[in-house]
């Protein structure tokens, strides 16, 4: 716990009044004898239990002191201040932890980067005051956080209907309700290494979605929280895996640099740009805004390849047949290559009918002379409709009929479709419009379609509406959700059982979907994550009164927190404003504790159902047989 190892480092250096101004610590003297390895100094530090346990590293025979990283939190952080960073407000790009201007090997460095968010919200339209844990100040706080969490309330979506079922098989379909962060630590207990393709259609930190911090580093928040789910998207992607990221010009550049970082930079594959918008808007103050960025970074580049994309008409229109040929419509294609490409040696070749061919300077023949030969045998070759022309090749389009072509990086809407079209589709089984930007099916079938094969598991972990899951089970993909936000039973969960039912709207038609399957839905069992949404919705003082009470019974407070303060109706608590106590009870619970851990799930304490337990015991044990 940060604040207590803060408080044994203090309890330690008042002992040395010369590192002393009145009240303010010398950080600098304190640093320059630790540099010299002064041994009283580091002697008295190392006897202090948490600050061993929290900066040095056990070997055989002993332990090393980690001098570097206690040097670093003392130069770096506002001493007596809750600050966990290097920086008060900069973010850039840094070498050697100073800021720069030009350098080849550049990392993002932004404040609270080296801390854990967990960025909880259930309603987009409430803020919530984030708690941010150092990685190795609060790492036990951290290791409860993240540790795998237990399922419940599971459920079997099918054609036939929602069932009860106590087993997971590991090609199921899963849908996830809760925080984001923490179930993708519980997905990496089963998934890690398996994933094939992540999209995700993450909050553009924009100021007008879903992303309501109230933090005056906005936009250091934003980049904390993607960067910690960035770090487990990666551990759960296969080694052939890819990553596309949808993403506005607002954060577009600082979110590339950042998955250089956690992807690394040799693994970037493209910024594709999707024309979102059909329309111009006349009243744009600047420019009007009509695309968004997709990011793609592979987990390893050397082995990632995309799939083609199939031929359009528009592509096979330019085939024609001037001459009768048998083999039918063909294109010509030139001879000869642009130097460098790894051709045979440059040569010249006569013809039957006498036109003898060189290629260029600089280039060399794609085709060998046995291979020439052989075309012009097989009437390959086109001289031009007077015989005389430069020779090419016919290339036949039956040769192609199996073949795609490379996807290019410019998306028009009319290719995969606009914001409205979404809005559209959403409106098919969602009357109230809750998302303002959702992404067309036609944008994910492509994506799919480039980033994996049947069967292959699709991950999305800003779920919204669904549309990548309904997408992935119309092209027969395994797929992955996780949704936090409490729309996700009269959402996501009413257009997938739409699906599983067959319904026609978006890509059905073109990929002839009638329905079927199924998903496993199931709900990270809630700790203090049901007092908070308690307290949210209570109306009135005394129903508030008597919440609390159900609180100080069961619920985990932090252990800053004076439930004295909070209990006690003589105190200045009850002075307060109706919405401020709310405030101040969701903020004095223990954030680390919302969920419950696995490791806990035979507490008679959690009431835990028996049919939920023998679902984790499948989910965790990897024991999944014939679901029932």
């Given at each position: ?6 408080s044994?480092?203090k309890?330690?250096?008042i002992?040395?009044p010369?590192?002393w ?9 304190v640093i ?6 002064k ?13 061993k ?16 990283e ?8 506002n ?6 960073t290097?920086?008060?407000?900069e ?14 090997d550049v990392v993002?460095?932004f ?8 960025g909880g919200?259930t309603k987009e339209?409430?803020?919530k ?7 190795v100040?609060?790492?036990?706080e ?5 540790a ?13 209907g929602?069932e009860?079922?106590?087993k997971?098989?590991?090609?199921d379909?899963l ?8 179930a993708l ?20 930190n924009?100021?007008g ?8 580093f906005?936009?250091?928040?934003w ?22 990221i ?9 979110l ?14 493209n910024?594709v740009?999707?024309e ?7 009243d744009?103050k ?13 987990k ?16 096979n ?6 001459d ?9 294609t ?34 060998s ?12 070759i ?12 016919k290339?036949f ?22 914001n409205?079209e979404?809005?559209e589709?959403?409106?098919?089984f ?15 079938k ?13 991950l ?32 996501p969960?009413?257009r ?9 709207g ?9 329905g079927?399957g ?21 109306k ?12 100080n019974?069961?619920?985990y407070?932090?252990?800053?927190v ?18 401020d ?5 969701i ?15 035979d507490?008679a ?11 984790n ?12």
């Open positions: 716990m940060e604040t207590e190892i803060l044994q480092v309890k330690v250096l002992t040395f010369e590192y101004d009145n009240e303010n610590l010398m950080k600098n003297k320059e004898d630790l540099r010299k390895y041994k009283e100094l580091v002697e008295c530090l190392l006897s202090n239990q948490r600050i346990d929290a900066y040095s590293l056990n070997i055989e025979n002993g332990f090393v002191f980690k001098i570097n206690f040097i670093e939190m003392l130069r770096f952080k001493y007596w201040e809750d600050s966990y290097k920086f008060s407000n973010i850039g790009l840094t070498s050697d932890e100073k800021y720069l201007k030009y350098n080849s993002l460095d404040p609270h980067k080296d801390c854990i968010l967990e919200m339209e409430r803020a005051k984030e708690i941010y844990y150092h990685k100040l609060a790492k036990e951290i290791d409860v956080l993240l795998p969490k237990v399922f419940s309330n599971v459920k079997r979506y099918s054609e036939k929602v009860a079922t106590t997971f098989n590991q090609n379909n849908i996830i309700k809760g925080n984001n962060l923490i630590y519980t997905l990496k207990e089963r998934f890690a290494g398996k994933v094939k393709l992540i999209f995700i259609d993450p909050p553009y924009t100021g979605d879903s992303f309501k911090y109230n933090d005056k906005n936009h250091s928040t980049l904390t929280f993607m960067k910690n789910r960035l770090e487990i998207a990666k551990d759960l992607l296969a080694p052939d895996g890819s990553i596309w949808t993403i506005d010009d607002d954060e577009s550049h600082y590339k640099v950042l998955c250089d970082e956690v992807f690394g930079r040799d693994n970037f594959i910024n740009v999707w979102k918008k059909y329309t111009i808007a006349n744009a600047w420019l009007s805004d009509n695309h968004d960025h997709i990011l793609v970074f592979a390893n580049k050397d082995v990632w390849r995309p799939n083609q994309l199939p031929r359009t008409d528009e592509m229109r330019a085939y024609k047949n001037p009768n040929h048998p083999k039918g419509v063909w294109k010509a030139p001879l000869h290559a642009k130097s460098g490409s790894p051709n045979s040696a440059n040569f010249s070749y006569k013809f039957k009918n006498g036109v003898v061919f060189t290629p260029p300077a600089g280039t060399f023949s794609r085709y002379k046995e291979t020439l030969m052989r075309m012009d045998e097989d009437n390959e086109w001289f031009g409709k007077d015989g005389t022309a430069v020779p090419s090749r290339t389009l039956t040769d192609l009929k199996n073949q795609g072509t490379p996807s290019k990086t410019i998306w028009r809407f009319n290719e995969v479709g606009h409205h979404a809005r589709e959403t409106k098919a969602n009357a109230e419009e809750v998302f303002a930007t959702p992404k067309p099916e036609r944008l994910l492509r994506i799919i379609h480039l980033g994996s094969n049947k069967n292959e598991i699709v999305d972990f800003f779920m919204g509406s669904g549309t990548t899951q309904a997408v992935a089970m119309k092209m027969g993909r395994q797929f992955i959700g996780i949704e936090q936000m409490d729309y996700i039973k009269e959402v969960l009413v997938l059982k739409k699906v599983l039912e067959g319904e026609q978006g890509i059905s038609k073109e990929e002839n979907w009638t079927g199924s998903l496993i839905y199931a709900e990270l069992q809630e700790l203090n994550q049901q007092y908070v949404e308690i307290v949210q919705q209570t009135t003082e005394t129903d508030l009164y008597e919440i609390l009470q159900k609180i019974n069961h619920a407070y932090d252990y800053k004076s439930i004295e303060r909070l209990t006690n109706r003589d105190s200045g608590f009850k002075d307060l404003s109706f919405e106590k709310k405030n101040i009870i903020q004095s619970l223990d954030a680390n504790q919302l969920y419950v851990n696995f490791s806990e799930i507490d304490e959690f009431n835990i159902l028996d049919s939920d337990k023998k679902f015991e499948s989910y965790y044990n990897n024991n999944g047989e014939e679901a029932q």
